[in-house]
């Protein structure tokens, strides 16, 4: 084997790294391994046959292939050509055989890389979060919306229920209170024509007394009257005396008497008339007033009579307005308590859905990130894999 000197010089700048090539020949023979570091190509050094050559492999395997790094040097001097073939066979052998094992753990991990993409795939397609088969929930979705659509309008109107209860509760106890108010004013006026009515039963009684007294009075003064008459009558009956004389004749005294009594039986007639005509108007006032006030009594009643019916028919519709009140809001309190059931129990679905999902999306993310993590170790294999290839391929002959 001849020794040829070689000169290499770079002048382009690059970060700092070493360059090897394997080149094997058949049964180990004719293997030239060369070696440059970066400063050295960097500086111009000529590299010749007396340069110490030096390879330092490092590989690791790790990623799950439990597989440590394992380094060889081999150092090449201007010795003899027997030493350097043998370390370069026994280096050549031992990168060989890591080789294969690299390649094996290649092909063992594309296998499981290959089924875990499979499983990756099907959990996609059965339970993906943006592939998954929602349909048979929408059936129940838009089932459960249109009940909670339902409640909701329901709810709505036993609330319009209830207010327009309410309001006519209110009108009808207003118009209770006016009523009763109105009840309270005529029973009012009721006892003050009463109070009138008593009042004019008296002055009636005390007129009626009153004409008593002066039909009392006027029998009294005619009694008297004719006594005192009948005294003059017998007075001058009973004297007897005659006398004459020459003067005129004078008046006749009887005739004078009976003038008297007929004007006395006169004034005692129209007095005794304008009395009982004075009487009659004032009873026929009376009776004018009392029935008056009979009449105003009658329809007090009546009126009272229809306000209590009223009030007997507010006080009934009250009630029942009250009840209904009352059952509605049973009936919003049942439908509240019912639908807050419901809703607990749709809540309690929709987390158990959201849990699944969040699970579902933990397992995918945690696949995918085996996934990424075996596709890295695949891609950091390859770049292994084509750097051995380049390492044996390429290089240095002589």
């Known amino acids: 084997m001849t020794t040829r000197s070689t000169r290499m010089s770079f002048t382009r700048s690059a970060p700092a790294y070493r360059a090897a090539s394997i080149y094997a020949g058949a049964g180990g023979r ?19 046959s007396s340069t110490s050559y030096k390879l330092s492999s490092g590989l690791s395997g790790g990623m799950g292939a439990g597989y440590g790094g394992a380094g060889s040097s081999v150092t090449a001097s201007g010795g003899s050509s027997a030493s350097i073939l043998g370390n370069e066979k026994g ?3 031992n990168l060989n055989d890591r080789l294969a094992n690299y390649l094996e753990t290649v092909r063992t991990l594309e296998k ?8 990756i795939l099907g959990a996609l397609e059965t339970g993906g979060p943006d592939m998954r088969d929602y349909s048979k929930y929408e059936p129940i979705i838009d089932d459960l919306r249109r009940q909670i659509f339902d409640k909701i ?16 509760a209110d009108d009808f106890k207003v118009k209770s209170e006016n009523e009763m108010s109105i009840r309270l004013s005529v029973e009012a006026d009721i006892a003050g024509l009463k109070k009138v009515l008593d009042e004019t039963n008296m002055s009636r009684l005390n007129i009626e007394n009153e004409i008593e007294a002066v039909k009392e ?7 008297n009257h004719e006594n005192e008459v009948m005294e003059l009558r017998s007075q001058i009956s009973q004297s007897g005396v005659q006398v004459d004389v020459d003067a005129p004749k004078g008046q006749d005294l009887s005739q004078i008497m009976e003038d008297m009594r007929a004007n006395y039986e006169k004034i005692a007639v129209k007095n005794a008339e304008d009395l009982k005509r004075w009487h009659e108007n004032q009873i026929a006032d009376v009776q004018v007033q009392v029935s008056q006030n009979t009449e105003a009594l009658q329809g007090a009643q009546m009126e009272k009579s229809d306000l209590s019916r009223q009030i007997q028919t507010l006080e009934i519709e009250l009630a029942s307005q009250q009840s209904l009140k009352a059952s509605i ?11 807050n ?14 849990e699944e999902l969040g699970s579902l999306r933990a397992n995918i993310q945690q696949q995918t990130q085996e996934y990424e993590a075996l596709l890295n170790m695949k891609m950091k294999l390859e770049g292994e894999i084509s750097t051995y290839k380049t390492l044996l391929d390429g290089g240095d002959f002589k």
């Open 30 to 48: 004719d293997v030239r391994i060369s070696s440059a570091s970066a400063s050295s190509l960097r500086s111009g050094i000529p590299l010749t």
């Open 91 to 93: 280096a050549m052998q």
């Open 112 to 119: 499981a890389n290959k089924e875990l993409e499979l499983k």
């Open 329 to 339: 809001e049973d009936t919003l309190r049942n439908t509240e308590l019912r639908n």
């Open 341 to 354: 059931m419901e809703m607990e129990k749709y809540n309690n679905l929709i987390i158990r859905l959201e």
């Open 217 to 223: 009075e006027l029998l009294f003064l005619k009694k």
């Open 153 to 168: 309008m329901e709810n709505a109107r036993l609330v319009l229920q209830i207010d327009n209860a309410r309001l006519a």
